[in-house]
Each structure stands twice: as structure tokens, then as C-alpha cells.
């Protein structure tokens, strides 16, 4: 069954570049990093701040990534059903659960390709320090992870959201606004006086606690538990939503 699972998502990452619209996607996002990193002024620039540091990038990127995530998984179901094509795919030798799968490996092999030119980033901070490689390592390596399993996380959603409509730009919609209420959502709640002392659980059940949690290089298995409950739910919601066409 691996076999037909690596043809799908192989399929899905060359038709992602198989336009000029996956490359300007990917393109975009290093240039919207790199521009206020490098050529705004402020605090996000590096050669302002006079600190080297990737803090600009790991702080920009969830929000870039909002955009970004589901603008990559928007078409991966939401087009099958649009063009007659789901059939099609559900005939193949393959379990519900092993098609969502190859989607959503897909979308995390796209995310990985656009994260990967970064590196370029983290090697200029590098050089730039004083003395060359001052550079806090583990909480640079614990962000980048973080900051994976974060885009990760919006990519189940965005396969998700394209199993629910044949409308990729409401698939788009429907990711954004699950990933926005994922990662400041809860935080937001639980400001509110209504909850109490239960503020802390509410905090604890968004995104973005754990993502600073990891931020700081170190790695704990709770949030790496949540990180990974939080894809699977929703890989086998959308398996539901699969399933449910045949009822």
C-alpha cells in the first residue's frame, strides 16, 4: 500500500509546482520574512536591532504561515470533487485513511520545501554575530521545530476544510479562520472574566502557548503530545467526511 500512497503524494507536490502559483506562494513567504528581517526598519530588522537573531522570523511566520497553509491544501480535495474526480480516487487501492494521509504528507512536504530556504537566514545570523556564532542554538533549533509542528498542525486543518466543499477559496476560508481561533483563540477566551481560574486550561488548549513553549529550546513531550492530538483528530475528521459520501 506504500507505493500508491508515495504516487498520490507525489502527485499532489508536482502539481503544486507544476504552476507558477506554487512557486510564487513559496517565494512570497521568504521575501515577506526576509524584507522585515533585512530592509524595514524597526525593531523586527536584524541590522537595527543590533542583535543576531531569527526572533523575526519565528515570531512572523505562524501569522505568514495563516495565509500560506491554506493557500498549499485548499485544492487537495475541494478540486477532486469539483472536477468528478473523487470517485475516481476513492477506486484506488487505497484505505480512506491511507488517501488523507498521502494529502496531508504532501502538504507537509510542501511546507518543509518552503521552510528549508530559511536556512539561508539562520546561516547570515550566524556570521553576523559577535563573535561569529553567538547564536542561542537549542532555542533556534526548538523554534524551527515548533514552528513545523505549528504549520503542520494548520495543514490537517486545511485538508480538513477542502474535504468539506468543493470551493477551494471557502476551503481557504474555513482553514484560516480554524487555524486563527486555534492560535489566538483560546488565548483570547480566557481574558475573559467569565472563566475564572480556568484561564490557564483554555491557554493550554490553543496553539500558540505550546509554540512558545518549544520556542525556548526545550523540547517537552506535552507539548509535543498536543502538537500531534491535535492532527490526528482532525486527519480522521476528515476521513469521516470521506467516509460519509458512501453512506
Known amino acids: 500500500m506504500i507505493a500508491p500512497m508515495f504516487v498520490l503524494l507525489k502527485k499532489e507536490v508536482s502539481q503544486f509546482f507544476s504552476s507558477i502559483t506554487g512557486y510564487i506562494m513559496v517565494v512570497l513567504f521568504l521575501v515577506t520574512i526576509g524584507l522585515f528581517m533585512w530592509v524595514f526598519p524597526g525593531a523586527t530588522n536584524v541590522l537595527d536591532s543590533g542583535y543576531a537573531t531569527l526572533d523575526t522570523l519565528f515570531e512572523l511566520a505562524p501569522w505568514v504561515f495563516l495565509f ?33 494521509l498521502s494529502k496531508y504528507l504532501a502538504a507537509v512536504v510542501l511546507i518543509l520545501l518552503a521552510l528549508l530556504p530559511t536556512l539561508v537566514f539562520y546561516y547570515s545570523v550566524v556570521r ?55 492560535y489566538v483563540g483560546f488565548d483570547s477566551i480566557s481574558t475573559l472574566p467569565i472563566f475564572g481560574n480556568a484561564d490557564t486550561v483554555l491557554t493550554k488548549l490553543g496553539i500558540q502557548e505550546h509554540y512558545q513553549s518549544i520556542s525556548r529550546g526545550v523540547i517537552d513531550s506535552r507539548d509535543i503530545i498536543y502538537f500531534i492530538s491535535v492532527i490526528v483528530i482532525f486527519l480522521f475528521f476528515t476521513r469521516t467526511v470521506l467516509q460519509s459520501r458512501k453512506w
Open 68 to 100: 500560506l497553509v491554506p493557500a498549499v491544501t485548499m485544492r487537495m480535495f475541494a478540486d477532486e470533487q469539483k472536477s468528478g474526480t473523487m470517485e475516481l480516487l476513492l477506486t484506488r487501492p487505497l484505505t480512506d485513511m491511507q488517501i488523507v
Open 128 to 182: 553576523l554575530g559577535n563573535p561569529v556564532g553567538n547564536l542561542d542554538v537549542g532555542g533556534t533549533w526548538g523554534s524551527y521545530i515548533g514552528l513545523f509542528f505549528l504549520a503542520a498542525v494548520y495543514a490537517s486543518l486545511g485538508i480538513f476544510a477542502s474535504s468539506l466543499t468543493q470551493n477551494s477559496i471557502v476551503a481557504f476560508l474555513i482553514t484560516v479562520a480554524l487555524a486563527f481561533f486555534l
